[in-house]
C-alpha cells in the first residue's frame, strides 16, 4: 500500500518528451511522511544521458537507461538529493558527478563516500551543450541548482516544488502535508524550505523569476505530481509566497505584502524558526 502514493510502472524510464524521460521509484519515508520519488533522465545533443536526482540503482534499471544512451552524468541538484549517487557512481566509474554548490562540504556527504567530481551554479558545463540552462536558487542551508532543458522547454527542480495528492496519503500525513504546504493543488517548497529561502531575499526572489521567465512547456520534480499543463502558470502560482502573485494588466500595481520590509524581530523569529527546521531537513536525510 504505501507504493500507493507512487507513480507506476515504477523502475523504468517512461518518455515525456524528446530525449526526456521520468523515472518514479517507491516512495522515501521522511518525518512520518512518505514522498513519492522521481528521477528524470535528458540526453544530451551528443548522445550521453544525464540522471537527473537518480533514484535508487537497480542492475535492470542501469540497463534500461543504456539502451537509451551511455550515463555520462551523474547530477545531485539539491542538498537533500544526494543518498543514491554512490552506487550508480560504483556501477558508471565513468560519468561525472556534478553537485549543487557546497554539498562535497556537508559531513554527511563527506562520510558516505560520495564522490563530487564538479559543482553547478548558474553556468552549465560546457559538455552539456547549449541545450541546457540552469539557475542556482540559494539560501542559508538549502541551495538548488534548476535545469531547463530547452529543445523540450522542460523545468527540472526537486524540493522547491512539491505537489502531493492528498487523496493517496494516509490521513495523518495528509494533515503533516497540508501545514508544510506540499499538497496539490497548491503544492510549493515545504513550509522549512520556505522560510531557509525568505532569508536570502532578494537573491532567491530574482532566481524564482528567472524560471517563471524561461516559460516552461511542463515542470519535473522529485515528489508529486508534476506540472504537465499550463505549466508556467502553475510554476508561478507555486512561487509567489517568493515572488509575489503575478500583476494583470490593468490592475495597479501593488507591492506584494511579503515584500515589505521586516522588523527585527520578526525576522530574529523567522530565522530561530529556519534554523531548528533546517537541523530537522538535515537530520531526516541522515
Ligand atoms: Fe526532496
Known amino acids: 500500500m504505501a507504493h500507493a502514493i507512487s507513480y507506476p510502472p515504477l523502475d523504468v524510464p517512461k518518455p515525456v518528451a524528446d530525449g526526456v524521460w521520468i523515472v518514479d521509484a ?5 518525518g ?14 551528443g548522445g550521453e544521458l544525464l540522471l537527473h536526482s537518480p533514484i535508487p540503482y537497480t ?54 563516500g560520495v564522490r563530487i567530481d564538479a559543482e553547478l551554479g548558474d553556468r552549465v558545463p560546457r559538455a552539456w551543450g ?20 530547452r529543445p523540450s522547454r522542460t523545468l527540472l527542480l526537486t524540493d522547491l516544488v512539491i505537489s502531493l495528492e492528498a487523496d493517496l496519503l494516509p490521513l495523518p500525513a495528509r494533515a503533516l502535508a497540508r501545514l508544510l504546504g506540499i499538497v496539490a493543488p497548491d503544492g510549493k517548497a515545504p513550509l522549512h524550505l520556505r522560510l531557509l529561502l525568505r532569508l536570502n531575499r532578494p537573491a532567491t526572489a530574482a532566481a524564482a ?14 515528489h508529486g505530481h508534476w506540472f504537465d499543463r499550463d505549466a508556467t502558470g502553475e510554476l508561478r502560482r507555486s512561487l509567489a509566497w517568493l515572488i509575489g502573485p503575478e500583476v494583470r494588466r490593468g490592475t495597479p500595481a501593488r507591492r506584494p505584502a511579503s515584500t515589505l520590509p521586516q522588523t527585527s524581530t520578526a525576522a530574529a523569529s523567522l530565522a530561530l524558526v529556519a534554523a531548528i527546521a533546517a537541523l530537522a531537513y538535515a537530520g531526516r536525510r541522515r
Open 209 to 222: 523569476r528567472r524560471l517563471v521567465a524561461l516559460a516552461p512547456d511542463r515542470v519535473i520534480f522529485a
Open 130 to 149: 547549449e541545450a541546457i540552462a540552469s539557475v542556482l536558487v540559494a539560501g542559508p542551508v538549502f541551495k538548488e541548482v534548476a535545469l531547463f532543458h
Open 26 to 30: 517507491a516512495p522515501l519515508h521522511a
Open 32 to 45: 512520518g511522511l512518505p514522498l513519492p520519488l522521481r528521477m528524470t533522465v535528458l540526453r544530451l545533443s
Open 59 to 112: 542492475p535492470g534499471l542501469r540497463r534500461a537507461l543504456e539502451r537509451l544512451g551511455r550515463i555520462g552524468h551523474l547530477v545531485a541538484p539539491s542538498i537533500g538529493h544526494w543518498m543514491f549517487l554512490r552506487a550508480w557512481q560504483a556501477a558508471c566509474p565513468d560519468a561525472i558527478t556534478w553537485a549543487v554548490p557546497g554539498l562535497k562540504d556537508r559531513g554527511q556527504v563527506r562520510r558516505s
